[in-house]
């Protein structure tokens, strides 16, 4: 990249941070840009069927979905340098009505997950992984949890320029405080590194994949989103207030909501046979 380029991303890495984006989103969209100047050869000049070119070829190699992220970054990055004729639209995604089943994680297979960090001795893995689920928080809130959070019954996280409460289970404050007392945690964050560093989440992501084959599980459905995903699910089957959900989660819209609600194919199968509407 030429020291123009290079300038220019300081500049707005600097304004990502003044709009208070919150790190993991700044560092994607630092790696979402270079990633486009990287694979451009140097001081070819960058015009709108550069872009288009680049669009193709993310969406051969990336879903839909993955590939407007990037786009989105890319984006944002041309409008802040005044250049928007470099804008291009997103791919069009087609909503998709249903999960997927083999990516799903069930209750059962969560405890297996749990057990198996248990039998592995690894007591922070195993009630971080309950804190996740428990909570519906996402992996890098957890830095939110922290000893002084445990004597309230409630926490508040802030992102995304808004707050919201998250609740802690009664049970689940019993058992951390009885692992920092164990651990001598006396201040800041409960999940931490032998250097006294928040967990990074691609630890996090790698030691809850090393439990999948103790545990019985495909390691397609093993990662700290899909907490969240089956705390959503089992809140609405339980509820049925998408509305509450939406706030519980954190999302300002509630058609994010709806994804992690949706049915499988299975369910809604078994809903129209339930009908009986077939003579």
């Known amino acids: 990249m030429t020291m123009i380029i290079e300038n220019q991303l300081g500049k707005f890495k600097q304004h990502l941070m003044e709009e208070e984006r919150a790190v993991a989103t700044i560092e994607k969209y630092m790696r979402d840009v270079q990633a486009f100047f990287t694979r451009i050869p140097e001081g070819t000049d960058v015009s709108k069927e550069t872009v288009l070119e680049y669009k193709r070829k993310l969406s051969e190699q990336y879903k839909s979905t993955s590939a407007n992220s990037m786009l989105v970054a890319l984006n944002r990055f041309f409008g802040f340098c005044g250049r928007h ?10 909503r998709v009505s249903f999960r997927e089943r083999s990516r799903e ?14 039998e592995k001795e690894d007591e922070r893995l195993s009630l971080l992984i309950q804190t996740l689920c428990s909570t519906g928080i996402r992996v890098s809130e957890h830095r939110c949890i922290t000893v002084e959070s445990l004597q309230h019954a409630s926490i508040c996280i802030a992102g995304k320029g808004k707050e919201r409460a998250v609740f802690l289970p009664k049970k689940l404050q019993r058992q951390l405080k009885s692992y920092c ?3 001598k945690i006396t201040t800041g964050p409960v999940f931490i590194t032998k250097n006294g560093n928040p967990l990074n989440r691609c ?18 459905k093993v990662f700290p989103h899909n907490l969240r995903h089956l705390f959503a699910l089992t809140y609405y089957r339980l509820e049925k207030d998408i509305v509450r959900l939406a706030d519980i989660l954190g999302h300002a819209n509630i058609e994010t909501t709806r994804i992690y609600t949706s049915t499988t194919e299975e369910e809604c199968l078994r809903s129209l046979s339930r009908m009986k509407l077939l003579l």
């Not at 004729?85 to 087609?94: A, E, I, Y």
């Not at 994680?105 to 248990?118: C, D, F, T, W």
């Not at 090393?210 to 019985?216: D, E, H, I, V």
Request: proline share 2%; aromatic share 4%.
């Open 181 to 183: 007392k164990a651990r």
């Open 203 to 220: 630890n996090i992501w790698s030691e809850m994949k090393a439990l999948c084959k103790n545990a019985g599980i495909n390691p397609q």
């Open 105 to 118: 994680m069930s209750v059962e297979e969560y405890k297996r997950l749990v057990r198996a960090a248990r």
């Open 85 to 94: 004729d470099l804008q291009v639209r997103l791919l069009k995604v087609q």
